[in-house]
């Protein structure tokens, strides 16, 4: 690219690798994010082990090399991952990144798992402050709406919170996250342009292609499209998904045969997938869990340079001949059965 982006910074920067990026303007927010984007939900014990020390190394190489776009939450670890990012950030220039979190999503427990309210919303945004050691965020997204009782709570509640405290400075732009894409249309729809992006996860992979169908709706709203998690939280990988994981227990099985089979060949199946997807158009940046230098370079690998032509016959292998076997390319309700379920439990 010619112009360098507003958030490159001579000297920290590695100006080569930033000419490299691919810098895409987040709908109307005004921001230029990289097409490659840091997620940090693997800062805590999410996707199993977590060493801070190499988790801030990687945030440090990704900077460098052109990322500017970072995504946390409060409940990535209750808190951890925003520590954790932001004792990295400390030494690095405000100017070189632009950081999202989010709100309403918090602990691991049902009871205490989800909150829109007004109150909890501004108290999380002051908390997100403090541990990432910001004087405003980039942008605040309402996490997961699919869980509110209902969405006038988002519309009435949370919603107008955030943009009392866009209105103080202490955040610049507003977002909505979810997992089922017709929650996020509706969501969308109820507040007719007060929401700045839409974030969708595992909606683009290898396994599953839905996102494409909805991306006309959200670039008609003028929305900034960030896409998240191409490789299915982990499902997509050759290390393969968490005891945790939403998906069926069939699709967990196929997904583990893709991932022996690029073992078997030397292949990182996450390349696979991080290549994948970001062949889309219409999303500004791609965003992706990331721990280790070592998997920052993979995922830059994908998109600096490509496929080799192993890894393109292996691809092609899995296209053809083995994700075709899955019958459940979603695991849409899976998540909201338990919630409600492990809410009733309580309650009784």
């Not at 869990?289 to 092609?316: D, W």
């Amino acid at each position: 690219m010619d112009q360098l982006p507003a958030t490159f910074v001579k000297g920290f920067h590695d100006e080569e690798s930033v000419r490299k990026m691919q810098y895409n303007l987040l709908g109307k927010t005004g921001l230029r994010v990289s097409k490659i984007g840091f997620g940090t939900a693997p800062f805590s014990a999410l996707f199993g082990k977590f060493e801070e020390t190499e988790g801030i190394r990687a945030v440090h190489l990704a900077l460098r090399k052109g990322i500017n776009y970072l995504d946390t939450a409060p409940f990535y670890g209750q808190g951890r991952s925003e520590e954790v990012l932001g004792k990295a950030l400390k030494v690095v220039p405000r100017q070189a990144y632009y950081v999202a979190t989010k709100v309403g999503r918090y602990e691991q427990d049902y009871e205490n798992m989800f909150d829109y309210s007004a109150q909890k919303t501004r108290e999380s945004v002051e908390k997100s402050l403090k541990l990432l050691g910001m004087g405003y965020l980039d942008l605040v997204q309402i996490h997961d709406v699919e869980f509110a009782s209902h969405l006038s709570v988002i519309w009435n509640e949370t919603l107008p919170t955030l943009e009392k405290m866009r209105d103080e400075g202490k955040l610049r732009c507003i977002g909505i996250t979810g997992y089922p894409l017709d929650v996020l249309k509706k969501g969308i729809t109820g507040a007719p342009e007060r929401f700045d992006t839409v974030l969708s996860y595992s909606r683009y992979t290898l396994i599953d292609d839905s996102l494409a169908e909805y991306l006309p709706f959200f670039e008609k709203n003028n929305l900034g499209i960030v896409c998240a998690a191409g490789h299915a939280m982990g499902m997509l990988t050759n290390a393969g998904p968490q005891s945790w994981h939403p998906a069926h227990e069939h699709t967990k099985q196929i997904c583990w045969e893709a991932s022996e089979y690029c073992k078997q060949q030397g292949v990182e199946l996450g390349k696979l997938a991080m290549y994948h997807f970001i062949q889309l158009d219409g999303p500004a940046t791609f965003l992706a869990g990331i721990q280790t230098e070592h998997l920052v370079n993979i995922n830059l690998e994908a998109f600096f340079s490509g496929l080799t032509e192993k890894e393109r016959n292996v691809l092609n292998y899995l296209e053809k001949s083995v994700f075709p076997k899955i019958e459940h390319s979603n695991w849409e309700g899976v998540e909201l059965q338990r919630y409600w379920e492990g809410i009733n439990s309580v309650e009784i």
